[in-house]
């Protein structure tokens, strides 16, 4: 058995040891450690000598987060900051307050712990960089000892130059930069207005093209590249909070489908602190023609690069710039439907600039390619088949590549390839299971998070050899999560001819000849798969299950991993996916007879939520009862990025909108819907839900709208996940089980 086999069988050992919980106490035990996620290990990194591994935890029950090392050589892990003592001497303390702009960060990334929910190191691994309520802290990491960029407006997206010597960031819209030497703070640039922000990413780049950072650091450290946004030609929302009355709506710059984005610029700013205001250069590229930008990349010994799009997202450019103002390009991307973002792609290979990786999906399927620094093709890295999915480490010295990915969808593996070529990837992880993998500057020492349907998140440490050899098991970052409170009783199938993958979960007292009313657990759109072997998504289920159903989910066509095709078979109408999702369920009836398909119940959230209640509306042959969480109701209200790529512009595919918007079948409604929204959601505003609550009102139908005050497009508060529990469970209950 191979080193990495071994920890697995380690990780189910010790997860089943755990003294489990009442199965009537998991609702309220899976809401307070945050679906089982608190206590583990989260954004590991290995410092650059590969001698430790950072990490942040939190206790099991608690979203509050502090910063652990892990010693290679011993396997000892010690504490070494909480926030209580980093600002114990700051005149700081109580309750985290965070400002507007940082909880709209954090809604982007979908952040919801507290404390330090992000640090950063130094290239040299000396100094530590830790953001906290809107402060910045620097910690010498052999002594501990801080000290505190100058107190004010609030810090977003704070980041170290890559010589450690100074920090970026952003306060009341505009970038600064911190000297740490002089201690002194220093304005780079001015907002023209409220709406124009330098140095953040507008909001399509944050929701939907993967892209978080606003500036970026020159490799020498005397410049940043910056963007530019503005937001005054967007649409402006007000949102508003029901629940408080005195406080004013908030205006919001939402671009729906069809509507104007923000204009996004490029600027190149020099850092010299003898220079009293620098002048800004601004990098040109045809904007008219390609609008979005949607990644840069400033590597060392490479020239600034970056990628921008077409409005329709069926053309991509790479470009570079020598930072004076003119671009030239590299190598452009064509798609009929649409071209997908890679955001760990383009990588600059070594200090040389002479060769650089760049994925494709030209040939069917996502692949890697080394290309030159002309962008012209080298070889190519990896086979459609291979199932590439992101970059994860790149070592110039040995011509190592490290990347993630796999052919079959349900699980994702750490693979290890040539950059010379000769050779097919060779496969670093075993077993049937997902892993995302994090590998240090030593390209040695990586950290790997394991999942499996027989155990929840395990984190272990490796050494990589540098020729593709198996790698070396050196220890576990150590958790204090709470153990899985029952197994699960899950299997994963291929059923239809397009090869669907479902999960069926069973009740763990189910009987054989036994006929069980049938739950649906469906998201079914692009960017996400739900059957995967991850135990965190099977216990939910499970503990639906456990009341007397089967739970089913099934990841039809439009999902990812797949190939080209697959993906691109929703443009231009998103219903298909309900065809998809009915033709599967009717193939797990015919294969699996205890699935009593007169019985069925579908739930979702966001697209999930969409689809569950299209589900009810347009097919009450097959679904009985209906649960729909923050649906997107008319895709015309939902954002340009995201619609547009699938839809096309509203002028354009009139038919495709209307056959994907829930009001075009609200008359129709014959099955019970309830409808769960949060009021304050910035990414599918509560007026989605009000809107279907109007026409169902219209057409004389019974509308049920579950309202949580205050709340956005996620649900970190345990309370509340709970009672929504609850009320899933009795819904369905009500209807399937009467």
Request: proline share 7%.
């Amino acid at each position: 058995m191979r080193p990495f086999a071994t920890i697995l069988a380690l990780f189910a050992l010790s997860a089943a040891a755990g003294g489990p919980a009442r199965a009537e106490e998991f609702s309220r035990l899976r809401a307070v450690t945050r679906n089982f996620t608190h206590g583990r290990p989260q954004r590991p990194l290995p410092t650059p000598d590969g001698k430790a591994v950072l990490f942040l935890r939190s206790p099991a029950r608690s979203p509050q987060l502090s910063l652990y090392q892990f010693d290679v050589a011993s396997g000892e892990t010690k504490e070494l900051l909480t926030p209580a003592t980093l600002v114990a001497g700051w005149g700081a303390g109580g309750e985290e307050q965070l400002s507007p702009e940082e909880k709209a960060r954090r809604e982007r990334m979908r952040v919801t712990g507290r404390g330090f929910t992000s640090f950063a190191l130094s290239d040299d691994g000396a100094t530590l960089l830790l953001p906290l309520g809107g402060r910045v802290f620097l910690v010498d990491r052999a002594t501990l000892k801080a000290e505190a960029l100058p107190d004010g407006a609030p810090i977003l997206d704070p980041r170290l130059s890559p010589d450690g010597t100074k920090v970026a960031y952003v306060r009341d819209r505009d970038l600064y930069v911190y000297d740490r030497a002089a201690r002194r703070e220093r304005r780079l640039t001015t907002s023209a207005h409220a709406l124009v922000t330098n140095g953040l990413a507008e909001f399509v780049a944050q929701e939907e093209m993967g892209r978080m950072e606003g500036f970026w650091w020159a490799p020498d450290g005397k410049a940043l590249a910056f963007e530019e946004a503005d937001a005054r030609p967007v649409e402006t929302l007000h949102l508003g909070d029901a629940l408080h009355p005195e406080r004013a709506p908030v205006a919001t710059p939402y671009p729906r489908a069809g509507g104007a984005n923000a204009k996004v610029r490029l600027g190149v700013i020099a850092v010299d602190k003898k220079a009293p205001k620098a002048a800004i250069t601004w990098i040109g590229w045809d904007a008219a023609r390609l609008p979005y930008l949607c990644s840069v990349r400033w590597d060392e010994g490479a020239p600034l690069t970056l990628v921008v799009m077409s409005r329709d997202q069926r053309d991509l450019e790479l470009l570079v710039s020598d930072g004076k103002g003119t671009t030239r390009r590299l190598l452009a991307e064509h798609d009929d439907a649409w071209l997908n973002l890679d955001q760990s792609a383009p990588r600059w290979v070594g200090k040389t600039g002479k060769e650089l990786l760049w994925s494709t999906e030209r040939g069917g399927g996502w692949a890697l390619e080394l290309r030159g620094a002309d962008g012209a093709l080298v070889r190519a890295l990896t086979a459609p088949a291979d199932g590439y999915r992101a970059i994860v480490d790149v070592d110039a010295e040995a011509r190592r590549l490290r990347f993630a990915g796999g052919p079959e969808p349900t699980e994702q593996h750490l693979y290890d390839v040539s950059l010379d070529g000769g050779g097919a990837p060779a496969r670093l992880t075993d077993g049937a299971a997902v892993h995302a993998a994090v590998i240090g500057r030593d390209h040695r020492t990586a950290v790997v998070r394991t999942t499996t349907l027989d155990a929840l998140a395990r984190s272990a440490v490796f050494t990589l050899d540098g020729k593709g050899g198996p790698p070396r098991a050196v220890g576990e970052l150590p958790q204090v999560a709470e153990a899985a409170p029952f197994p699960v009783r899950a299997e994963l199938v291929r059923v239809g001819a397009p090869q669907y993958r479902a999960a069926l979960v069973r009740p763990r007292t189910f009987a054989a000849g036994k006929r069980y009313p049938v739950v649906v657990d469906v998201y079914g759109g692009p960017h996400h798969l739900h059957v995967t072997r991850d135990l965190h998504r099977m216990l939910g289920r499970q503990w639906l299950a456990d009341h007397g159903f089967i739970v089913v989910a099934i990841d039809g066509r439009g999902t990812p991993f797949r190939d080209r095709a697959w993906e691109r078979h929703i443009r231009g109408d998103f219903a298909r996916t309900l065809d998809d999702q009915v033709e599967a369920l009717v193939e797990l009836g015919r294969r699996y007879p205890e699935l009593d398909l007169g019985c069925v119940g579908v739930y979702g959230w966001s697209f999930g939520g969409w689809l569950s209640a299209l589900a009810a509306l347009k097919r009450p042959d097959v679904f009985h009862v209906a649960v729909s969480g923050a649906p997107v109701v008319d895709w015309r209200d939902y954002d340009t990025f995201y619609t547009e790529r699938y839809l096309g512009l509203p002028d354009k595919n009139g038919d495709g909108y209307k056959a994907s918007s829930l009001l075009s079948f609200a008359g129709g409604l014959r099955r019970p819907l309830a409808l769960i929204h949060g009021t304050s959601d910035d990414n599918v505003f509560f007026f989605h839900t009000l809107k279907l609550a109007d026409a169902l009102l219209r057409a004389g139908r019974p509308v049920e709208i579950l309202a949580l005050p205050g709340l956005t497009h996620m649900v970190p508060d345990p309370t509340i996940s709970e009672a929504l529990d609850r009320h899933l469970l009795e819904r369905f209950t009500a209807v399937l089980k009467p």
